[in-house]
């Protein structure tokens, strides 16, 4: 399959950066960088093949499957239909309207809280990573490679400010009504604030993929090993389910992508052939996105003692932490997923223009 969308591997720290790209269970920096394409069949082979949903598909593939007439709505909120097909240019005005929405819904209190969870940095991190990605996304979908529209274009669609904006937003959106004082109580103590700066530490170091390979094969080696750590890790990703949100997550930041393809005029897909393509992509991210998580937290929670550790998974299991870990993933999915789709949009402008 076609895997461009902008995707992410989420935990408190942990996106993984996959579609194309969302750390620690509580601030995000675990999103791993954008992945899936690279492999992908080209459009018009998708298009050639008659596809169908597998109806005995897990609950995940029905649920993106019920869950594209819903992803069509919102992406018509920012596109023209008729004649005239979708642009970059009136997306970046529905994006920039959604991010005033969502500032607006933002509130000092759980804004400092994201500051603590190190959002400025990790945003940053995502955005070089983006760009990056980017570059590779027109080099293999692009005849004519990255061209100066191409940059302009991805240098808007990775806006910084937005970019924090919209997990601002989408944070306090999903934090609305609730009692936040537990978090801010253990972010604000030194183990929370150490736990952020490693996590942080870890996913800019990341960004090498040299050393992002080195991660995965040690945690491979711990986990043969039967480390402890492997196994206080292991338990951290399952009680926050971070696996299976980041690989949710990445599912549907790709079916985003396909809609700005098709919605930009670039290739003709029904949703079902869409659905039906993403969800092929669903075992091997799997498979990367769980050795992102591992390789990720093992490196950045190295330095910790282990008692310190077991304190950091106590509070993750709690309904604080419980509701903090949705949270972030809430706020970076929205942001993923309208980069997924402008990104799909950008990709479809570059190839009309260049057809011209």
């Given at each position: ?9 989420r ?17 995000h ?14 459009p ?71 500051d ?20 590779q ?43 936040i ?22 996913r ?35 009680q ?17 992508f ?64 419980q ?7 809430a ?15 950008a ?10």
């Open positions: 399959g076609m895997g461009g969308g902008e995707t992410g591997i935990t408190l720290g942990g996106l993984a950066p996959t579609t194309v790209f969302e750390t620690a269970p509580f601030d920096s675990g999103t791993s960088p954008p992945k899936g394409h690279e492999h992908a069949d080209s018009a082979r998708v298009e050639a093949q008659q596809v169908f949903l597998d109806q005995s598909a897990p609950k995940a593939a029905l649920a993106l499957a019920t869950d594209v007439a819903a992803i069509r709505l919102c992406a018509k909120t920012c596109i023209l239909r008729g004649p005239m097909r979708a642009s970059l240019q009136l997306l970046a005005s529905c994006l920039a309207f959604l991010t005033c929405a969502l500032a607006a819904q933002a509130d000092e209190r759980t804004n400092q809280l994201l603590r969870l190190g959002m400025s940095e990790m945003v940053e991190i995502m955005r070089q990573e983006g760009v990056s990605y980017a570059e996304l027109a080099e293999d979908m692009l005849p004519g490679g990255s061209t100066a529209t191409w940059r302009t274009n991805v240098n808007r669609i990775y806006d910084r400010e937005a970019m924090k904006l919209l997990v601002q937003g989408g944070f306090a959106k999903a934090l609305s009504g609730t009692d004082s537990a978090a801010e109580d253990f972010f604000d103590a030194d183990l929370g604030a150490r736990i952020v700066e490693l996590e942080v530490s870890a800019r170091a990341m960004l090498d993929e040299d050393i992002e390979e080195a991660a995965k094969e040690r945690a491979g080696q711990l986990e043969t090993s039967a480390a402890k750590t492997f196994a206080q890790v292991e338990q951290l990703i399952e926050g389910d971070m696996l299976e949100a980041n690989v949710v997550s990445a599912l549907n930041s790709n079916i985003l396909y809609r700005g393809l098709v919605d930009g005029g670039a290739y003709e897909l029904s949703d079902a052939e869409i659905v039906s393509d993403v969800w092929s992509q669903e075992e091997e991210m799997r498979k990367e996105t769980r050795d992102w998580l591992f390789g990720f937290f093992l490196m950045a929670y190295d330095p910790l003692a282990g008692e310190d550790l077991e304190r950091f998974i106590a509070f993750s299991a709690t309904e604080a932490g509701t903090l870990t949705r949270a972030i993933f706020a970076y999915d929205g942001m993923y997923t309208d980069i997924s789709y402008a990104l799909g949009l990709v479809a402008q570059e190839m009309r223009a260049e057809d011209i």
